[in-house]
């Protein structure tokens, strides 16, 4: 059983930036494809960013598209979150999935095919 752990959230002005880290234990990152959800008050829980075993493919959310950057150190077993330009629409508790596969370029953007999670961590945006 992997265990997730997110980390960086806090709160920023629009226009600034953060880093999100999830940090895993218990099993080897570099056989699970990884992805950020975030949720919203209110909301449901939505895709935000997903990327491969190997971190060479990466897919996201239209809403968030050149202003996150999702990417992994496997020897680190980290995977990380870039969020530039940030926007109050961004605000929500931000969650780090993963998924065991065998496929190394696999990039999964579907959140019932992500068995394990974190616990999340606050993100808030101000105007």
């Known amino acids: 059983q992997v265990q997730l752990v997110e980390s960086g959230g806090g709160l920023v002005q629009a226009g600034g930036s953060l880093r999100l880290s999830c940090a895993a234990s218990?099993?080897?990152?570099?056989?699970?494809?990884m992805a950020w959800f975030r949720q919203a008050p209110g909301k449901e829980r939505e895709f935000v960013a997903c990327?491969?075993?190997?971190?060479?493919?990466?897919h996201y959310a239209d809403s968030v598209k050149d202003r996150f950057t999702i990417s992994r150190d496997n020897a680190k077993n980290t995977v990380y979150l870039q969020m530039n330009s940030l926007k109050p629409e961004d605000t929500a508790v931000y969650y780090c999935?993963?998924?065991?596969?065998?496929?190394?370029?696999?990039?999964?953007?579907?959140?019932?095919?992500?068995?394990?999670w974190g616990q999340g961590t606050q993100v808030t945006v101000s105007s």
């Open positions: 999935a993963a998924r065991f596969t065998a496929a190394r370029g696999a990039v999964v953007a579907t959140l019932s095919e992500y068995p394990h």
């Open positions: 218990g099993r080897t990152l570099s056989n699970y494809a």
């Open positions: 990327i491969s075993r190997s971190g060479g493919g990466t």
